[in-house]
């Protein structure tokens, strides 16, 4: 494809050649209903270097990009920041290609790269803090663990005030903007809220570290350039803002709603709670699992304070619906949570059962036993839902308030 894929200027010596994934809508159980990209960049110093690659598939269209500057054999070093198969997939059939002086990452990347690919030896391990010269250019390496794998790290240009952040502040969102101030808003901030909030949530610990470690370098920071979704070159303090603020899982005074129905009556008891919630000054979002996929309610619980979940029983277990979003949300490690659980239910109530068990696992503050309806709910059974709704909002604004 020479020719048809241009790379698109970063800063004076560093440009975007990655790829964009407009089809792609599932990424590890995350809906990617926007796609994604994968971004690589080229640094354009006396040592040429390719900062990351792409998901397999796609390297002849991030090829075609760096063919559009420079011969892809004129590329002295190629830098992994992250041994995930959506930025290394093609790392050894570029290198073959290019035939780089070194292949650089970090001690951890080294060996998943060569535990995923067999290297042989190809890759070079550097130093927590090393610097690399690249001739009128200087790199430097920081470890960042755990955010999103072992071996992650960033790559610091100095000179162009550039930190290429691996999976850190990106969000899966494809688009041929290739800056934040190029996308709407409202869509810039869903897409960066969800990507921490089903990535990196379970993370948050490293995050924070992460963060710490980074704190000297932000001030000389000027584009953060991550490996999906746009690159970063206004309102800094505000990206970094919310990893701070998201790593620290503050909560806030909001509640989410999560259910499924097969009959109706779950549905109105989550109403008559959705309500209550609403009159005692929690404002709520109902969601129930039949309109809505469980990387939205991971968004959602992102800062919300208060997670209520319903279900009615069938086959003497929970809905299944609610088994998929539960389990995803457990692995998720959310903090500091109020909650409560409710369900109808026909010969037996196993439903209130097993969403009390996997909500305690949670460690989220339950408010009472769990309300159960026998099949439909009477006013008076909506009434009781619409006080469990009251309850939680009284119970989440107490501890809000210290309480």
Known sequence: MPGVFEAVKVTDKVYWVGAIDWG????????????TTYNAYLILADKIALVDTVKAPLKDQMLARIASLIDPKQIDVIISNHSEMDHSGCLLSVADLVGPQRIYASAQGAKALDAHFHCDGRIEAVRDGQELSLGNLKLQFFETRMCHWPDSMVSFLEQEGLLISQDIFGMHLAGTERFNDEVAPAVLDYEYAKYYAN????????????????APLLPKVKVIAPDHGPVWRSGLADVVGRYQRWSRQKRCNQAVVVYDTMWGSTALMAQAIGEGLR????????????????SDVAAAMLEAGALVAGAPTINNTMFPTLGDVMTYLRGLKPRGLVGAVFGSYGWSAESIKDLTAIMTEMKVDLVGEGLKVH?????????QCRQLGTDVAKRLQQVLAGG
């Not at 792609?24 to 796609?35: A, C, I, K, P, Q």
């Open 24 to 35: 792609v809508r599932d990424f590890h159980g995350y809906l990617t209903s926007r796609g």
């Open 199 to 214: 990535i990196l949530l379970p993370l948050s610990s490293f995050v924070a570290k992460a963060l710490e470690k980074l």
């Open 279 to 294: 009159l005692a000054g929690t404002p709520a979002r109902l969601m129930p699992m039949g309109a809505n996929h469980r």
């Open 375 to 383: 099949y439909v709910p009477d006013e008076a059974a909506l009434l």
